[in-house]
Nanobody, 122 residues
Framework: VQLQASGGGWVQAGGSLRLSCTAS????????VGWFRQAPGKEREFVSA???????HYSNSVKGRFTISKDSAKNTVYLQMNSLKPEDTAVYYC?????????????????WGQGTLVTVSS
C-alpha cells in the first residue's frame, strides 16, 4: 500500500492550494481517508476526513475554508484549501483506514503518505 500526497507549496495569506492524495493498494471508496498536518514543534493534528459514505468532517480551525473531496475513478482524494492563513503552515499528510469508528485520531489510521509542505506567508 502506498499513499502519495502532493500539491503543497508556498502561497501568500488569503491564497489557495489544492492538495491531492493518490493511492495504490487501497481503494479510497471503501476506506476512510483523512488529512492531518504537523507544524514545526507541534503534534500532528486532524484537519479533515471523508468516510466511504462520503460524509465529511473538519476541524474547527479549517471549517468553512477547506473542502475534502474524492474522485473514485482516479482513486484520489483532494483537499481544497482557501483563505489560507500563516497558521496553516505545516506538512500535510493523507492517511487511510478501513475500520469504522473514530476518524479524528491519527493513531487509528493504517496507511500514511509521505507528506507535502504548505507554507503560507503573511
Amino acid at each position: 500500500v502506498q499513499l502519495q500526497a502532493s500539491g503543497g507549496g508556498w502561497v501568500q495569506a488569503g491564497g489557495s492550494l489544492r492538495l491531492s492524495c493518490t493511492a495504490s493498494g487501497v481503494t479510497f471508496s471503501t476506506n476512510t481517508v483523512g488529512w492531518f498536518r504537523q507544524a514545526p514543534g507541534k503534534e500532528r493534528e486532524f484537519v479533515s476526513a471523508m468516510r466511504r459514505s462520503s460524509s465529511t468532517h473538519y476541524s474547527n480551525s479549517v471549517k468553512g475554508r477547506f473542502t475534502i473531496s474524492k474522485d473514485s475513478a482516479k482513486n484520489t482524494v483532494y483537499l481544497q484549501m482557501n483563505s489560507l492563513k500563516p497558521e496553516d503552515t505545516a506538512v500535510y499528510y493523507c492517511a487511510a483506514k478501513s475500520t469504522p469508528g473514530t476518524w479524528t485520531t491519527y493513531g487509528v489510521y493504517d496507511y500514511w503518505g509521505q507528506g507535502t509542505l504548505v507554507t503560507v506567508s503573511s
